[in-house]
């Protein structure tokens, strides 16, 4: 396989918080392990950017203090963004990112910052912060991570979570939901980073990229022992 592979990266100074770049690290590194070039092109505040050859778009958790300081610049590429999920574009994004995806995050201060509205939720912050190591049953097997978020997110009727917390928390303390899935958007509060220890899940993303690319049907497999063998590590670590 060839030809390059463009992941656009949002806001990677501002929203990078518990190694979530590393998403965009293993992204790179199964690519080029099969052959693909590939081109990580950073979205900042204020700067325009030129979505129309992008294949995979990332983003991370971040602070509410780094979410008020993007807020406003992803609404403005909101339009842009919900149009490019719509036509089928893999993305990923994660805790903070996650919630602006949706309607709207409505701070533990009471600050509230509207979302895109790719997904059909809603976040609003807890005095009580989730935090540990979370487990999670979904569509690419089993998932593992870390979570700390104040943030309680109630999916509305309509929206596909991506699975069910089997450790942890997830979406808030109640549901037993974690994250949210519309086509091949995918929304998350596994920190860790959630791609070196989910091979599964960066493979999907990757062959949706490379599949709407190139016409590439199959990915040559990887040898991930060592990432099943983190993972299963990781789901015996205490809450
Ligand atoms: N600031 C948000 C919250 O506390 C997101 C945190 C994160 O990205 N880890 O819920």
Not at 181 to 207: E, M, Q, S
């Amino acid at each position: 396989m060839s030809g390059t592979v463009v992941i656009a990266h949002l806001y990677p100074w501002d929203m990078n918080i518990y190694g979530d770049v590393g998403n965009v690290i293993t992204l790179r590194r199964r690519l080029e392990w099969r052959g693909f070039d590939v081109d990580v092109r950073a979205v900042d505040v204020g700067v325009p950017f030129d979505f129309s050859d992008v294949d995979i778009i990332f983003g991370g958790g971040g602070q509410d203090s780094g979410q008020r300081v993007i807020g406003e610049d992803l609404l403005a590429r909101g339009d842009e963004l919900c149009a490019l999920a719509a036509a089928g574009t893999p993305m990923l994004v994660v805790c903070g990112t996650y919630q602006l995806f949706g309607r709207s995050f409505t701070t533990v201060d009471g600050l509230e910052m509207p979302g895109i509205g790719i997904f059909d939720l809603q976040t609003v912050g807890s005095d009580v912060r989730t935090i540990g190591n979370i487990v999670v049953e979904s569509p690419f097997g089993r998932l593992v991570g870390f979570e700390n978020h104040s943030g309680q997110t109630i999916l509305g009727p309509g929206q596909e979570p991506l699975g069910s917390v089997t450790a942890g928390y997830g979406n808030n303390r109640e549901s037993r939901r974690e994250g949210a899935r519309t086509g091949d958007v995918i929304g998350t509060y596994l920190h860790g980073p959630v791609l070196p220890k989910n091979p599964r899940l960066a493979d999907h993303l990757i062959l949706a990229a490379v599949g709407r690319k190139f016409g590439t049907t199959e990915l040559e497999p990887i040898a991930d022992g060592l990432e099943r063998r983190a993972a299963d590590v990781a789901a015996l670590r205490p809450r």
